[in-house]
């Protein structure tokens, strides 16, 4: 259970999910979903991501990410 804490945003999501990650935390795939889930979710992209909200999430998610496996 303590492992999987170190994945939990402040707001208590798991950054895994948001980014549908699995088990497959290598730096380039983290790289790759974020490029991928960023034009799926981007609010000029869609009409029903307007608003933006799982854009920010995703957005959050990878600057998580990033900062726990020192990706530059």
Request: aromatic share 10%; no cysteine.
């Amino acid at each position: 259970m303590e492992a999987d804490r170190k994945f939990m945003l402040p707001s208590g999501e798991d950054t895994r999910k948001i980014m549908e990650l699995g088990n497959d935390l290598s730096t380039g795939n983290i790289r790759r979903m974020y490029l991928k889930l960023s034009l799926v979710y981007h609010p000029d992209k869609k009409e029903i991501h307007k608003d933006g909200t799982m854009f920010k999430k995703l957005k959050e998610s990878y600057e998580w990410l990033k900062k726990m496996y020192g990706m530059a």
